[in-house]
Each structure stands twice: as C-alpha cells, then as structure tokens.
C-alpha cells in the first residue's frame, strides 16, 4: 500500500507565508508527477501546480510568483511554498502523486487526506 500524508496547515494572515509537505511512503518503485491541488468550500477542486521527477513545474495562473512547488525525489515528498498569501487561498489543499507501485506496473494516483489553510484579512 502506498499513503501520503500531508503537513504543514494552519491559520495565517493575509501577506503571510506556509510551507506544506507531503510524503510518500510504501511499496514505492518510481514516483512520476507530484502536485497540489485545493479545494474551497462550495468550490471544485482545482489545481495549483505539479513538478516532474526532474523538477519541471506549473503553476495555475493565480499562485504564479507567489507559491514554488519543489521535491526531494530521495525523500519522496513534494512541498509547496505559499508566500504572499490572500484570504482567496483559503481552501483544504490536497497533494497528489502518480506513482509506480513495481515493476511492469501502470502508475496510479494518490491522493493525501487534505490539510487546511486559512487566510485571514
């Protein structure tokens, strides 16, 4: 089995700075893409960024500058860096990672249980 969890949540005010991490552990042969994603209350979950293996990112358009998704492929985790935060980033944020549990095995996307950041103004 494979788990990813999250940390790093929590309360901050506007133009403040959090730093989330998320690491995967388990039966792990190769891990693909890892990103994050975040959902707001009555909203769809949507995506803030990915990085590849090799360290290539993108980022949704409205966290472009202000957050940095990085990874330590030997750790197995993905952090994401939010400065510069807006009452607007409120959401519960989600890592995501496509990972290879074996050998001539397909990947399959993981997702961690959601932490909670708050923005207030």
């Known amino acids: 089995q494979v788990q990813l969890v999250e940390s790093g949540g929590g309360l901050v005010q506007a133009g403040g700075s959090l730093r989330l991490s998320c690491a995967a552990s388990g039966r792990i042969f190769r891990i693909n893409d890892m990103g994050w994603y975040r959902q707001a209350p009555g909203k769809q979950r949507e995506l803030v960024g990915t990085?590849?293996?090799?360290?290539?990112?993108n980022y949704e358009a409205s966290v472009k500058g202000r957050f940095t998704i990085s990874r330590d492929n030997a750790k197995n985790t993905v952090y994401l860096q939010m400065n510069s935060l807006r009452p607007e980033d409120t959401a519960v944020y989600y890592c995501?990672?496509?990972?290879?549990?074996?050998?001539?095995?397909?990947?399959?996307?993981?997702w961690g249980q959601g932490t909670q950041v708050t923005v207030s103004s």
């Open positions: 995501h990672a496509d990972i290879i549990s074996s050998v001539l095995v397909a990947a399959v996307g993981y």
């Open positions: 990085v590849t293996s090799g360290g290539f990112t």
